[in-house]
C-alpha cells in the first residue's frame, strides 16, 4: 500500500515560517516528480511547486523568493520550506506524487497522480 504523509504545517505568525514534509512509503521503485499544491477555502487547487527527480524546479509566481522545495530521493521524501508567510498563503497544503511506480503482489505498478491527505497551514497577522 502506498502513502503519503504530510506533516509540518500549523499556525504562524505572518513573516514566519514553516517547513513541510511529505514522505512517500510503500514497496516504491520510483517517482517521476513530486510537488505541493494548495487549496484556499473557496478556491481552486493551485500548484505551489513541484520538483523533479533530476532536480528540476517550478514555483507559482506567488511563491516565487519565497518558498523553496527540495527533495530527497532516497527517502521518497519532498520538503517545502516556507519563509516570509503571509495572510494569503493561508490553506490546505497538499503533497503529489507524479509518475509513481511501486511493487505489488502483481508485479510493477503505476500511479500517474497520487495524492497525500493534506495539511492545514495558517498565518496569523
Known amino acids: 500500500q502506498v502513502q503519503l504523509v504530510e506533516s509540518g504545517g500549523g499556525l504562524v505568525q505572518a513573516g514566519g515560517s514553516l517547513r513541510l514534509s511529505c514522505a512517500a512509503s510503500?514497496?516504491?521503485?520510483?517517482?517521476?516528480?513530486m510537488g505541493w499544491y494548495r487549496q484556499a477555502p473557496g478556491k481552486q487547487r493551485e500548484l505551489v511547486a513541484v520538483?523533479?527527480?533530476?532536480?528540476?524546479?517550478n514555483y507559482a509566481d506567488s511563491v516565487k523568493g519565497r518558498f523553496t522545495i527540495s527533495r530527497d530521493n532516497a527517502k521518497n521524501t519532498v520538503y517545502l520550506q516556507m519563509n516570509s508567510l503571509k495572510h494569503e498563503d493561508i490553506a490546505v497544503y497538499y503533497c503529489n506524487a507524479d509518475g509513481l511506480i511501486y511493487y505489488s503482489s502483481y508485479g510493477l505498478k503505476r500511479m500517474n497522480v497520487y495524492w497525500g491527505q493534506g495539511t492545514q497551514v495558517t498565518v496569523s497577522s
Open positions: 510503500g514497496n516504491i521503485k520510483s517517482i517521476n516528480a
Open positions: 520538483i523533479t527527480s533530476g532536480g528540476s524546479t
